[in-house]
């Protein structure tokens, strides 16, 4: 049973760095996710795909990118990393869109320095 | 602006029933979730109220009352692997998920 894998699971990033987190499903889901995690606030959606092809921001997009070549795939690159963006990231699936259950991946803890 | 409010920590002992209160503020109301995440975790999935009133799923229940923006939910014969937090969502006019910021669940023995 795979679900959603994401990779890494952990990364320590010097500022000023590109970097891709790479999400992929399994279940044929048409809407993708990706949401940072910060202590004390709520998942906030970065990016959003409800099919492939189409990609969508969410509520705090800048400093980040998505693509949605297929079903399965839904990268996450951070173009120049900055401190702020030292989170836990988590890719999520749904085969209902906004109404349906979400399935998260095991999320990537991301360390800017 | 839109909102959702949840305690932050609670806590309770092993064998107890606990409720956790969720209110919202959103444009719109297509549905509310209940998540639960333990810590190191991804969230997952355990109810979804769209119509009022309580949804019964094994020890754990859900209520919701959309005239008062109010949902909660009910956590019964407590035991440790509960500790966790639980997340409130609400699916707004546009079909975005707005998130509470979760309430850690504390269980004692």
């Known amino acids: 049973i795979a679900g959603i894998t994401q990779a890494p699971t952990s990364q320590i990033l010097a500022a000023g760095r590109r970097m891709t987190l790479r999400c992929t499903q399994d279940m044929r889901h048409n809407a993708m996710y990706w949401y940072r995690q910060d202590l004390g606030l709520g998942l906030r959606l970065i990016h959003y795909?409800?099919?492939?092809?189409?990609?969508g921001k969410g509520e705090v997009p800048d400093g980040y990118s998505v693509s949605r070549a297929n079903t399965d795939d839904f990268p996450l690159t951070l173009a120049s990393a900055v401190p702020s963006q030292t989170s836990v990231y988590f890719c999520?699936?749904?085969?209902?869109?906004?109404?349906?259950?979400?399935?998260f991946g095991e999320g990537s803890r991301l360390t800017v320095l | 602006g839109q909102n959702i409010d949840q305690p932050t920590e609670m806590t309770a002992t092993e064998g107890a029933i606990v409720q956790i209160n969720c209110t919202y503020q959103?444009?719109?109301?297509?549905?509310l979730f209940w998540y639960q995440q333990h810590a190191g975790e991804a969230p997952t999935f355990l109810s979804y109220?769209?119509l009022d009133g309580l949804e019964e799923k094994g020890r754990f229940s859900s209520f919701l009352s959309r005239s008062k923006g109010y949902s909660y939910l009910l956590l019964k014969e407590l035991q440790m692997k509960d500790s966790a937090s639980y997340l409130c969502a609400v699916t707004d006019s546009n079909y975005q998920l707005i998130w509470g910021a979760g309430t850690k669940l504390i269980i004692k023995p």
């Open positions: 959103t444009s719109g109301f297509n549905g």
């Open positions: 109220n769209v």
């Open positions: 795909s409800n099919t492939a092809g189409t990609t």
């Open positions: 999520a699936s749904s085969a209902q869109g906004g109404n349906g259950e979400l399935f």
